[in-house]
T-cell receptor, first 115, second 115 residues
Framework: AQSVTQPDIHITVSEGASLELRCNYSYGATPYLFWYVQSPGQGLQLLLKYFSGDTLVQGIKGFEAEFKRSQSSFNLRKPSVHWSDAAEYFC?????????????FGQGTILTVHP | DVKVTQSSRYLVKRTGEKVFLECVQD?????MFWYRQDPGLGLRLIYFSYDVKMKEKGDIPEGYSVSREKKERFSLILESASTNQTSMYLC??????????????FGAGSRLTVL
């Protein structure tokens, strides 16, 4: 069975600082990987996804993530954080060959941005 | 854009009541999902459906059932609500993909409180 671990429950950064959110997955083959963001009181919005090809993936709002097979990781990065990035971030993994499309999510990382 | 609508944003119910959470998507997606979101636990899959009248248990189906009589509508049912079912419930949908997992589009969520 697939699983996802987000080691950091809560991260605080200053506005303008760089950001890296960690995600480690467990899956027996090449996974499909996703990052979602949830603003307060909202549903989840897709930031970016990795299915195949280039291991550095660009997403919306200036985010990027890098798939590292050797480390079973898919960390999310942003060079300069804005106050509006304060939210909860979820990493998710999905299986190849599954026609049902279900995803397994990590525990989430809450990002606080100080002015 | 796909829109996933959860009809009730906030509900307060009493222990033992039967509760219906409704979800409708407007883009002809084959797959629909119900997740439960709790702080520190991330999103956990309750049930999913890959076609009308077809359903599969997720990771935490106990105490829940689902119904999918029409392609666009997926209902989550709590036959006898209990206080430990107080939570945020998120509905999602996705297109069928023969290759594997696909992007989920989420509704805004239904926050259920059971007293």
């Amino acid at each position: 069975a697939q699983s996802v671990t987000q080691p950091d429950i809560h991260i605080t950064v200053s506005e303008g600082a760089s950001l890296e959110l960690r995600c480690n997955y467990s899956y027996g083959a090449t996974p499909y990987l996703f990052w979602y963001v949830q603003s307060p009181g909202q549903g989840l919005q897709l930031l970016l996804k990795y299915f195949s090809g280039d291991t550095l993936v660009q997403g919306i709002k200036g985010f990027e993530a890098e798939f590292k097979r050797s480390q079973s990781s898919f960390n999310l990065r942003k060079p300069s954080v804005h106050w509006s990035d304060a939210a909860e971030y979820f990493c998710a993994v999905g299986a190849q060959g599954s026609s049902y499309g279900k995803l397994t999510f990590g525990q989430g990382t809450i990002l606080t941005v100080h002015p | 854009d796909v829109k996933v609508t959860q009809s009730s944003r906030y509900l307060v119910k009493r222990t033992g009541e039967k509760v219906f959470l409704e979800c409708v998507q407007d883009m002809d997606h084959e797959n629909m999902f119900w997740y439960r979101q709790d702080p520190g636990l991330g999103l956990r899959l309750i049930y999913f459906s890959y076609d009308v009248k077809m359903k599969e248990k997720g990771d935490i189906p106990e105490g829940y059932s689902v119904s999918r009589e029409k392609k666009e509508r997926f209902s989550l049912i709590l036959e006898s609500a209990s206080t430990n079912q107080t939570s945020m419930y998120l509905c999602a949908s996705s297109l069928y993909s023969y290759a594997g997992a696909n992007v989920l589009t989420f509704g805004a969520g239904s926050r259920l409180t059971v007293l």
